[in-house]
């Protein structure tokens, strides 16, 4: 069993920055890669935002590129996605997904719980 936590999210204003974290622990033999993805509203599907993976290439969706900096610390198996210049469209719940090699070498996926970014004045 792997669990994420989430944490950094809340209310800021326009142009305003948060910084999100996702820690795993569990059964993790090796992490594949990181990510972010958000959900802008009930129901719809989630955005994929950010990924890191373990060679600390990343990647970002065109919405958030220049804005949004995905980082990690492998030594606490923890991701990071500092938002900047954020805007009114940046509000949703942002989920964390872990990839991974479990202690069986099972290659599976994980998600967090989500915490939620409103950018609001």
């Known amino acids: 069993q792997v669990h994420l936590v989430e944490s950094g999210g809340g209310l800021v204003q326009p142009g305003g920055s948060l910084r999100l974290s996702c820690a795993a622990s569990g059964s993790i033999f090796s992490i594949y890669s990181m990510s972010w993805h958000r959900r802008q509203a009930p129901g719809q599907q989630p955005e994929w935002v950010a990924?890191?993976?373990?060679?600390?290439?990343?990647k970002y969706a065109d919405s958030v590129k220049g804005r949004f900096t995905i980082s990690r610390d492998s030594a606490k198996n923890t991701t990071y996605l500092q938002m900047s210049d954020l805007t009114p469209e940046d509000t949703a719940v942002y989920y964390c997904?872990?990839?991974?090699?479990?202690?069986?070498?099972?290659?599976?996926?994980?998600w967090g719980q989500g915490t939620q970014v409103t950018v609001s004045s």
């Open positions: 997904n872990l990839d991974y090699y479990d202690a069986s070498y099972y290659f599976t996926s994980a």
């Open positions: 990924t890191i993976n373990s060679a600390d290439i990343t």
